[in-house]
């Protein structure tokens, strides 16, 4: 159960974002069960145009949910290359399948030693358990 919650394919952050390397070197960023979870039934996305470029930890969007207004920040230093569009017209797909169809946007990234920064899925359990999860 536990290898299925967080997917040992992608890393992630202590901000609850992940990014996950896809076949042509660009990675995909959403947010992990835990951030949606803490979110609540998410009901608008904010998102950047294609094209902007993003620092570490940058401000990427805000997630709207039923109680609050979230900001979502960037796992890694890049370039925004795609947004998801079925996201943006079906929000829920961030709470119902966060780590696949939930997906927020494609980066290009600029400083792929980056990557190997975020946690690992093991290491990103073990920071929720410390959060007392």
């Given at each position: 159960?536990?290898?299925?919650?967080?997917?040992a394919d992608r890393?992630?952050?202590q901000q609850h974002e992940w990014a996950k390397r896809v076949d042509d070197g660009t990675l995909r960023v959403g947010i992990t069960h835990y951030a949606q979870e803490q979110l609540g039934d998410i009901?608008?996305?904010?998102?950047?145009?294609?094209?902007?470029?993003?620092?570490?930890?940058?401000?990427?969007?805000?997630?709207?949910s039923v109680k609050s207004v979230s900001e979502v920040y960037s796992p890694?230093?890049?370039?925004?290359?795609?947004?998801?569009q079925e996201v943006m017209g079906?929000?829920?797909l961030?709470?119902?399948?966060?780590?696949?169809?939930g997906w927020l946007v494609r980066m290009k990234p600029s400083e792929p030693g980056e990557m190997?920064?975020?946690m690992t899925a093991a290491?990103?359990?073990?920071f929720l358990k410390s959060l007392g999860v």
């Open positions: 159960e536990r290898d299925r919650m967080y997917p890393r992630y952050s009901v608008f996305l904010d998102l950047p145009q294609v094209g902007a470029v993003l620092g570490r930890m940058q401000k990427l969007g805000e997630v709207e890694i230093s890049g370039e925004v290359v795609e947004v998801n079906r929000p829920e961030a709470n119902f399948d966060p780590h696949e169809k190997d920064e975020l290491d990103y359990e073990s």
